[in-house]
């Protein structure tokens, strides 16, 4: 079975520190991942994806994601955080059967301070 | 570039009352999700369309609910009654691929059942 798991419910940082938020999945073969945020009151929105092709993906606002075979994970980092990346951030994974079902993680709640 | 519509953005309403939200996709998307969120249990997908043919219900919690899409173009998820419990905010989502596909969120539907 396929799950993925959020290792921080809550990160907190400086404004123009790095962030690292961290996710570890289980699958029992190259999955799909994702990142989405959800900002207060509104939708959620793709940061990235992985699809088995380049193991780092860049995605909008200066977020990128690492693909790690070996330890599982699929951490999103990004160099410099800015006020506006205060958000609830979600890693996804895709199971393989085509079913539809995304798999969510618990989700992290990124609080940047100034 | 319209995004995905829901409507209402909130309902405050009794325990018993039918409630209905309502989804517009984004144009020639041919995938449709439901989501519910809640702070007990985060992100459940509830029902999920394809090419307005509704492909797993499994996540609809039971049968006071019933979802529909009978164009491409509209979607309503309905409470018949509506349960204290039931309170949450409600996703829809659209994708133009089923799988792995991108999920272009609403921005919710706030459900408050007293």
């Known amino acids: 079975a396929q799950s993925v798991t959020q290792l921080d419910s809550h990160v907190s940082v400086s404004e123009g520190t790095p962030v690292l938020l961290r996710c570890n999945y289980s699958?029992?073969?190259?999955?799909?991942l994702f990142w989405y945020v959800q900002h207060p009151n509104k939708g959620l929105q793709l940061l990235l994806k992985?699809?088995?092709?380049?193991?780092l993906v860049k995605g909008i606002n200066g977020f990128e994601a690492e693909f790690k075979k070996s330890e599982t994970s699929f951490h999103l980092t990004k160099p410099s955080a800015h006020m506006s990346d205060a958000a609830e951030y979600f890693c996804v994974v895709s199971p393989l059967s085509n079913t539809g079902k995304l798999i969510f993680g618990q989700g992290t709640t990124l609080q940047v301070k100034p | 570039d319209a995004g995905v519509i829901q409507s209402p953005r909130h309902e405050v309403t009794e325990m018993g009352q039918e409630v209905t939200l309502r989804c517009k996709p984004i144009?020639?998307?041919?995938?449709l999700f439901w989501y519910r969120q809640t702070m007990m249990r985060g992100l459940e997908l509830l029902i999920y369309?394809?090419?307005?043919?509704?492909?797993?219900d499994s996540g609809m919690p039971e049968d006071r609910f019933s979802a529909k899409m009978p164009n491409a173009s509209f979607s309503t998820l309905k409470i018949q009654p509506s349960e204290p419990r039931d309170s949450a905010v409600y996703f829809c989502a659209s994708s133009p691929s089923p799988f792995p596909g991108e999920l272009f969120f609403g921005e919710g539907s706030r459900l408050t059942v007293l």
């Open positions: 992985y699809t088995s092709a380049a193991t």
């Open positions: 369309f394809n090419n307005n043919v509704p492909i797993d």
């Open positions: 144009s020639g998307h041919n995938s």
């Open positions: 699958s029992s073969y190259s999955p799909s």
